[in-house]
């Protein structure tokens, strides 16, 4: 009996350590491409004041063997984020990976208790290079460039490990 105890506690402890929990807003199988989607829920990155209105967010998305980070921003302004421009992210070690948008998208409003605020994301697909700096490194600010100015974001120690994780859940 006490073997069986040991065995059951240390699966458990091996599950809590190396266990991921993946949370999905997407998991399902294409019905016209036969593609397979993942896309998880989204994790903050970084804010301002209250956070709000002014805060970036990602989300972790694989279609098939492509894997890509769909950012978001939410602001007090309207703004546009710019095909060429693009999402900076710098670790604690002191590098930066620069990623760029594909495309041009202009913030949508929405009103909330007479107050608005604007917001739109971005497709960002990864490579490999892109996936394992992201995976391996922990990210303490983001730069995302928009037409208005560079919001900056200063990213806390549990956001960073959030981002990890939920990169982890599309490898």
């Known amino acids: 009996m006490k073997k069986l105890g040991l065995i059951l506690?240390?699966?458990?402890?091996?599950?809590?350590?190396?266990?991921?929990?993946?949370?999905?807003?997407?998991?399902?199988?294409?019905?016209?491409?036969?593609?397979?989607i993942l896309e998880t829920k989204s994790k903050l990155l970084g804010k301002r004041g209250l956070g709000l209105?002014?805060?970036?967010?990602?989300?972790?998305?694989?279609?098939?063997?492509?894997?890509?980070?769909?950012i978001?921003?939410?602001?007090?302004?309207?703004?546009?984020?710019?095909?060429?421009?693009?999402?900076?992210?710098?670790?604690?070690n002191g590098e930066t990976l620069n990623l760029t948008f594909r495309k041009t998208v202009i913030a949508e409003h929405t009103t909330i208790n007479n107050i608005?605020?604007?917001?739109?994301?971005?497709?960002?697909?990864?490579?490999?290079?892109?996936?394992?700096?992201?995976?391996?490194?922990?990210?303490?600010?983001?730069?995302?460039?928009t037409t208005k100015s560079n919001e900056d974001f200063d990213v806390k120690e549990k956001d960073a490990k959030n981002l990890i994780s939920i990169l982890n859940c599309i490898k």
């Not at 506690?9 to 397979?36: E, M, P």
């Not at 605020?117 to 290079?129: E, G, K, N, V």
């Open 9 to 36: 506690l240390l699966i458990g402890s091996w599950a809590s350590i190396y266990g991921q929990d993946c949370k999905f807003n997407v998991d399902k199988v294409d019905d016209f491409t036969n593609h397979r």
């Open 53 to 70: 209105y002014y805060n970036t967010y990602v989300v972790a998305k694989k279609i098939d063997s492509l894997r890509a980070i769909i």
């Open 72 to 92: 978001g921003l939410n602001d007090g302004d309207i703004f546009t984020l710019r095909e060429d421009s693009g999402v900076i992210f710098k670790f604690t």
């Open 116 to 145: 608005t605020f604007w917001h739109a994301t971005q497709f960002i697909p990864l490579t490999d290079s892109d996936f394992e700096k992201l995976t391996n490194n922990a990210v303490e600010k983001v730069r995302i460039q």
